[in-house]
């Protein structure tokens, strides 16, 4: 069992950046492969960025690529999306995600996730 917890929104103006952070319960974190996804208001939730379990490889939506980026820290048990540049259609609730794997693989699908955080609302304005 995985607990996730977001933190780190906000309400920020175009241009600027934002850290939102996950802490994860348990300890299999090691074996954790993780994901961030957003939905925007009247839009249904889509991939932003993943990142296996060893925090080696990284995946990014293409409106993401080259401003924003995912890292694990598996001694925190944190999971990071450091988002730079950001702008008004970034706009959205940021969930993170996360499923036990042996493997070496990033998953951007939702249906690959077994557990999901709450939530953190992103909003920027322009």
């Known amino acids: 069992q995985v607990q996730l917890v977001e933190s780190g929104g906000g309400l920020v103006q175009a241009g600027d950046s934002l850290r939102l952070s996950c802490a994860a319960s348990?300890?299999?974190?090691?074996?954790?492969?993780m994901g961030w996804f957003r939905r925007a208001p009247g839009k249904e939730r889509e991939f932003v960025a993943s990142?296996?379990?060893?925090?080696?490889?990284?995946d990014y939506a293409d409106s993401v690529k080259g401003r924003f980026t995912i890292s694990k820290d598996n001694a925190k048990n944190t999971v990071y999306l450091q988002m730079n540049s950001l702008k008004p259609e970034d706009t959205a609730v940021y969930y993170c995600?996360?499923?036990?794997?042996?493997?070496?693989?990033?998953?951007?699908?939702?249906?690959?996730?077994?557990?999901w955080g709450q939530g953190a609302q992103v909003t920027v304005s322009s």
């Open positions: 990142i296996n379990r060893s925090g080696g490889s990284t």
């Open positions: 995600s996360a499923t036990i794997t042996l493997g070496w693989g990033m998953f951007s699908r939702e249906y690959e996730y077994e557990y």
């Open positions: 348990g300890r299999t974190f090691s074996r954790v492969a």
